[in-house]
């Protein structure tokens, strides 16, 4: 939907503000500077060439929105500011003067009119997305500075949704269109291993990491595991010393046992950092005030932090060092980089810091691409406590949604008000994962019991938590010690890996408070999650696969393979409260065909294939992970039945195609599915 007329409100930084009209292709000239709005490929940007020195504090260019009604049924998908945010859907009415840093939806739930704006570049400028009054304006910061008579200044880029186009249409081709101009670079391994920071937070050393190492190696070293990535806490000086150097108390042997025990596991090594602002109370503060910025981005006299000045070349030396030499030391492969915006926005009022030259987007990302280029190519970058667009191009991993665990103090949520916020958002960013970057969806915390932490979640909830990091489709990194776990949550972690790399998107983007439906599509799999947040049993619940674009499918309930047979509705009674379940909905095969294997949520259909011929099963193995469980067939009702009959099903007969090669694997599937055999469900036709 592309609008004809646009609005460009110049506000100088000491005279009053004017409006100029723009249409695209057009050149207007003002009396400050020309601007022309150009759109090629559909995706605009507006290109100001000065003719002035003029002091420039904002730039609203606004656009009106189509004929909508702005009534009760009119709700926003904003994607708000940053990582760590909560994404969300509002209704209208509550929330007319929204900003987002980058992302705007609107639909009319009851008309189904929708509208939408996305910011595509952060390269330069910082520019949000503000709903106004009747429309929506791209908001773009010129931070008081003095344009250069002749210099052009390319604004950043943005799309707008196109007639006809859905929201998950609009969502997507925003993720291709960032991907494509920043050339995105995703991983093409998804993370599977440990991260420390759910599990004992600071309080890591040489003892606790081995054995997390040498357990997390122990079962799934063998499923793909490769990432041991130790969080705050490895440091000297709490978390922001601004130098870091290893805690000798905690690491007596440096670093090295740690690494080399994760090694063993089959996983590279890993650090976190947040490398862009310094604490008060570092005992290397005084050395390092030199090349910091003259304002406290947070914190009370004596813990006050301070940003890094990106325009300090020493800084820029220095930090280049670091990684440099981090990387080397302990041959770090991935990093996952903290505390990313306090570079340029105060923690607690949201000011932001200017630069005294460029302007500070530019001077933010000048800073991650000075890691990007002291770790090398290879190395895995992933943003937490950041801006998102910013990252693009630079970073192959993102955190998606806020912690899963704030702790058990009265202030804050608690974990489950806090798993509503980490779900929706996980399934409303969606459309970033192995596109403008890998999702990563924070820890997977499944304990049987509090560690202290106020984490204390049910069966239920534990596989409502797993069933949302598979259906994320990103990085599954578990946040406990496996052998600490019970066989029933230890096989939760094993049922999650390798993971299927594919994100699962909301059946209905606008639901509120929370989305209960979304679906990755594998090929002809669809893989639907059903997800019940109400506090009692639900007595009766269905869903028809017709709602997934299937008018029959044959149906997999997913975590202890119960095979549902044909149906066209799925019915399930007594479902538990706070719970998921998955399920694989796949087209009625006409011939036997692969069906399952033992031990895994996504089942192996992306590591095996399966088909009949001359009587016999010949299986293909299509993954770089081999499960040890059994592998099952499905043979169309009125087929010759080739393998072992297991069980029958409505619409045709499960066979074992292969039986189980390990213990490990059939210890995991025997506690997700307790019976021994394949479940089968009375499910209507």
């Known amino acids: 939907m592309n609008a004809e007329k646009f609005t460009l409100i110049v506000t100088p930084a000491d005279a009053a503000e004017y409006t100029l009209t723009l249409s695209v292709g057009e050149t207007v000239c003002g009396k400050d500077f020309d601007v022309t709005l150009t759109c090629e490929n559909s995706v605009f940007q507006p290109v100001l060439t000065a003719?002035?020195?003029?002091?420039?504090?904002?730039?609203?260019?606004?656009?009106?929105?189509?004929?909508?009604?702005?009534?009760?049924?009119?709700?926003?998908?904003?994607?708000?500011?940053?990582?760590?945010?909560?994404?969300?859907?509002?209704?209208?009415?509550?929330?007319?003067?929204?900003?987002?840093?980058?992302?705007?939806?609107?639909?009319?739930?009851?008309?189904?009119?929708?509208?939408?704006?996305?910011?595509?570049?952060?390269?330069?400028?910082?520019?949000?997305?503000?709903?106004?009054?009747?429309g929506l304006a791209v908001y773009t910061d010129m931070e008081g500075k003095a344009l250069v008579p002749g210099a052009e200044y390319r604004l950043e880029r943005f799309i707008l949704m196109e007639q006809g186009e859905g929201e998950n249409a609009f969502l997507e081709r925003y993720a291709d269109t960032v991907a494509k101009i920043n050339n995105a670079v995703p991983l093409k391994t998804t993370p599977v291993g440990w991260c420390s920071w759910s599990?004992?937070?600071?309080?890591?050393?040489?003892?606790?990491?081995?054995?997390?190492?040498?357990?997390?190696?122990?079962?799934?070293?063998?499923?793909?595991?490769?990432?041991?990535?130790?969080?705050?806490?490895?440091?000297?000086?709490?978390?922001?010393?601004?130098?870091?150097?290893?805690?000798?108390?905690?690491?007596?042997?440096?670093?090295?046992?740690?690494?080399?025990?994760?090694?063993?596991?089959?996983?590279?090594?890993?650090?976190?950092?947040?490398?862009?602002?310094?604490?008060?109370?570092?005992?290397?503060?005084?050395?390092?005030?030199?090349?910091?910025?003259?304002?406290?981005?947070?914190?009370?006299?004596?813990?006050?932090?301070?940003?890094?000045?990106?325009?300090?070349?020493e800084f820029q030396r220095f930090l280049y060092i670091e990684f440099a030499d981090l990387t080397k030391r302990y041959n770090v492969r991935y990093y996952k980089l903290d505390f990313l915006v306090f570079a340029w926005r105060n923690m607690v009022t949201g000011e932001r810091v200017y630069g005294k030259g460029d302007y500070m987007i530019a001077l933010f990302r000048r800073s991650l691409q000075t890691i990007r280029d002291a770790v090398g190519?290879?190395?895995?970058?992933?943003?937490?406590?950041?801006?998102?667009?910013?990252?693009?191009?630079?970073?192959?991993?993102?955190?998606?949604?806020?912690?899963?665990?704030?702790?058990?103090?009265?202030?804050?949520?608690?974990?489950?008000?806090?798993?509503?916020?980490?779900?929706?958002?996980?399934?409303?960013?969606?459309?970033?994962?192995?596109?403008?970057?890998?999702?990563?969806?924070?820890?997977?915390?499944?304990?049987?019991?509090?560690?202290?932490?106020?984490?204390?979640?049910?069966w239920a909830e534990a596989k409502l938590w797993a069933t949302v990091v598979a259906l994320s489709g990103g990085s599954t990194l578990l946040n406990e010690i496996m052998d600490e776990l019970s066989p029933a949550r230890r096989s939760l972690v094993t049922a999650l890996v390798p993971p299927l790399g594919v994100a699962a998107k909301p059946a209905d983007l606008f639901e509120t408070p929370v989305p209960t439906a979304a679906v990755a599509q594998y090929g002809e799999h669809r893989f639907v999650g059903q997800l019940h947040f109400g506090d009692k049993m639900q007595p009766v619940h269905s869903f028809a696969a017709a709602d997934f674009g299937l008018e029959k499918a044959l149906v997999i309930r997913c975590w202890d393979k119960a095979v549902l047979g044909v149906t066209d509705t799925v019915t399930e009674t007594g479902r538990m409260p706070h719970s998921g379940e998955l399920y694989d909905l796949r087209p009625v095969p006409e011939k036997p065909c692969f069906l399952y294997a033992e031990g895994h949520i996504f089942g192996g259909v992306n590591l095996y294939d399966a088909r009949v011929e001359n009587g016999a099963w010949v299986i293909t193995h299509t993954g770089d992970v081999e499960l040890e469980g059994a592998l099952y067939g499905w043979i169309p009702a009125g087929q010759p039945v080739a393998g072992t009959p297991v069980a029958e099903a409505p619409g045709g007969t499960v066979v074992k195609i292969r039986e189980a090669c390990g213990t490990q694997a059939a210890a995991a599937a025997q506690s997700l599915n307790p019976t021994g055999f394949i479940l089968t469900t009375d499910t209507p036709n």
């Open 51 to 134: 003719h002035t020195d003029v002091c420039l504090k904002e730039l609203n260019l606004q656009l009106a929105l189509p004929a909508m009604p702005w009534d009760d049924e009119l709700y926003l998908f904003t994607n708000v500011q940053f990582t760590n945010d909560v994404a969300q859907v509002y209704p209208w009415a509550e929330h007319r003067d929204l900003r987002a840093r980058d992302l705007l939806v609107l639909k009319n739930r009851a008309t189904v009119d929708l509208f939408a704006l996305g910011m595509v570049t952060a390269h330069r400028f910082y520019s949000e997305v503000c709903l106004c009054a009747g």
């Open 377 to 458: 190519p290879d190395v895995t970058l992933v943003a937490c406590g950041s801006p998102l667009l910013e990252c693009a191009g630079i970073f192959n991993a993102s955190r998606i949604t806020c912690d899963i665990i704030w702790g058990k103090s009265p202030q804050n949520p608690t974990y489950w008000e806090i798993m509503h916020w980490v779900v929706k958002t996980v399934l409303y960013r969606y459309f970033y994962n192995n596109v403008v970057f890998t999702n990563d969806p924070d820890g997977l915390v499944l304990r049987d019991q509090d560690v202290g932490d106020g984490f204390d979640c049910t």
């Open 199 to 313: 599990r004992f937070y600071q309080k890591v050393n040489t003892e606790n990491l081995c054995r997390a190492a040498a357990s997390t190696g122990k079962y799934i070293k063998d499923l793909g595991a490769n990432i041991f990535q130790i969080d705050d806490g490895w440091q000297i000086d709490a978390s922001f010393p601004g130098k870091y150097v290893v805690d000798k108390e905690k690491f007596p042997q440096d670093l090295d046992a740690v690494a080399e025990t994760a090694r063993a596991g089959g996983m590279d090594f890993g650090l976190w950092l947040a490398p862009l602002i310094i604490s008060e109370g570092s005992r290397w503060f005084e050395e390092l005030r030199p090349l910091t910025v003259d304002y406290v981005t947070s914190g009370a006299p004596g813990s006050r932090t301070y940003p890094f000045d990106p325009e300090n070349e």
